[in-house]
C-alpha cells in the first residue's frame, strides 16, 4: 500500500476573465437589431455603410428615394460589460409629387445624431455536454437553459444638432430591452423592445425579432422582422442579408428591407463594413484559494494481488483541479446577431 500525500496551497492565484471580448469582430450590422453584449474593454470599433430605398406615400400621392450613409462607433470602458456608443447618419431624400402637378424637391444634411450605452444586467450560460463519455443520451441532450435569454438594457438621448429639415423641437431619450438566445451553436435570436422619440409627437415603440445563422466560418445569414407597437398597423418591415468575415477584425455586409405599410410601402438596400481597433487587455481577477488536501491511495489495481482481491481494486483518487477548459463550447457573445462567427474563435489565454 502506498500513501501519497498532495500539498495545494494556493495564495494570490490570477485567473483570467473575459466574458465580453472575442478574437473575432462582433458587428450589429447589417441588421437592425442590437445584442445585450459589448465589445469588451479596449475595442474601438467602426460600423459604416451606404443605403438606398424608395418608398410612397398614398396620402401625399409622392415618392421619396431615400440614400445616404450611416457611421456607428462603439467602444468598451470600465468594464466587460459596458459599452458606450454613437451614431450619425448623413441623408439625401429627393421627393417627387404626382398630384395634379408633377413636381420633385430634394433635402440633404445629418437626420441623425444620438449617443447612448449599454450594460450587460445578465449573462446566460450553458452547460457543454460535449464531454461526456459514459452516456450518448446525456451528451446529445439539449440544454433547455438556451430558452432563458442574457439581458441588457440601452439608454440613450437623440440630439437635436441635425439638419433643420430633419431636426425635432428638443432632445429626446431612448431606451431598449435587449435580450439574446444562444438556441444552438450555429442560431442565435436576438429580441429588442424599444421607446424612441419618447415624449415627443413621433413617439414610436418598437419591437425586433432577428435569426442568424452561422453557414460556416466565413458567411452568416439573418432574417429579421421589425413593427411599430404604438401603431394599429404595426407597419411591419421584414429584412434578410448575409455578412462575410474576411479577418479576425474586418467584416463586409449586405441587407435588403421590405416595408408592407399598405399606405407607405417601399424597400431599402445597403451595403456596409466593420472595422475594429484591438487593444483588449485581458482583465487580471485575483481569487484566493487556500486548500491542503490529503490523498491515500490503497491498492494498485494490478493483476496478481492476493487471493480475494479478484483482479484488482479500483484506485481512488480525488482531484483537485484550477484550470480552464480550452475546449469549451463556444458561444456567441456580444452582439450583436454577427456574432456567431465567435463560435469558431480560439480561446484567448
Not at 486548500?291 to 483518487?317: A, H, L, S, T, W
Request: hydrophobic share 30%; net charge negative; with cysteine.
Amino acid at each position: 500500500m502506498k500513501k501519497i500525500w498532495f500539498f495545494l496551497i494556493l495564495l494570490g492565484c490570477n485567473q483570467y476573465i473575459n466574458a465580453q471580448y472575442t478574437d473575432i469582430i462582433n458587428s450589429k450590422r447589417p441588421g437592425n437589431s442590437e445584442s445585450p453584449y459589448s465589445v469588451g474593454t479596449g475595442v474601438l470599433q467602426f460600423e459604416s455603410g451606404l443605403f438606398y430605398g424608395n418608398t410612397g406615400s398614398e396620402e401625399l400621392f409622392s415618392t421619396i428615394n431615400p440614400r445616404g450613409a450611416s457611421l456607428f462607433t462603439r467602444c468598451g470602458v470600465f468594464n466587460e460589460r459596458f459599452e458606450i456608443n454613437g451614431q450619425i447618419v448623413y441623408q439625401y431624400n429627393d421627393f417627387q409629387f404626382n398630384n395634379t402637378f408633377k413636381s420633385s424637391t430634394q433635402i440633404s444634411g445629418v437626420s441623425q445624431l444620438n449617443f447612448g450605452f449599454k450594460y450587460l444586467i445578465y449573462q446566460r450560460d450553458y452547460i457543454n455536454h460535449s464531454k461526456e463519455i459514459r452516456s450518448w443520451k446525456k451528451r446529445t441532450r439539449y440544454d433547455k437553459n438556451r430558452w432563458i435569454p442574457s439581458i441588457g438594457i440601452y439608454i440613450g438621448v437623440n440630439t437635436n444638432w441635425v439638419n433643420t429639415d430633419y431636426q425635432e423641437s428638443d432632445m429626446t431619450p431612448r431606451v431598449a430591452l435587449l435580450l439574446q438566445n444562444n438556441l444552438s451553436k450555429r442560431l442565435i435570436i436576438l429580441s429588442n423592445i424599444g421607446a424612441y422619440n419618447i415624449n415627443n409627437n413621433n413617439s414610436a415603440y418598437t419591437y425586433i425579432i432577428t435569426a442568424t445563422y452561422s453557414i460556416n466560418e466565413s458567411l452568416s445569414v439573418f432574417i429579421e422582422n421589425q413593427g411599430d407597437l404604438s401603431s394599429s398597423s404595426l407597419n411591419p418591415q421584414v429584412g434578410t442579408g448575409l455578412a462575410y468575415l474576411f479577418s479576425r477584425n474586418l467584416q463586409f455586409d449586405f441587407s435588403a428591407r421590405a416595408y408592407l405599410d399598405q399606405v407607405n410601402p417601399g424597400f431599402i438596400t445597403g451595403v456596409g463594413v466593420a472595422w475594429r481597433w484591438d487593444n483588449h487587455k485581458d482583465e487580471l481577477i485575483e481569487v484566493k484559494v487556500e486548500k491542503i488536501e490529503k490523498i491515500e491511495e490503497e491498492g494498485e489495481g494490478v493483476e496478481g494481488e492476493e487471493e480475494g482481491e479478484g483482479e484488482g481494486r479500483n484506485r481512488k483518487v480525488k482531484e483537485i483541479k484550477i484550470e480552464e477548459e480550452e475546449e469549451e463550447e463556444e458561444e456567441v457573445k456580444s452582439g450583436d446577431k454577427w456574432k456567431i462567427f465567435n463560435i469558431f474563435k480560439r480561446k484567448k489565454k
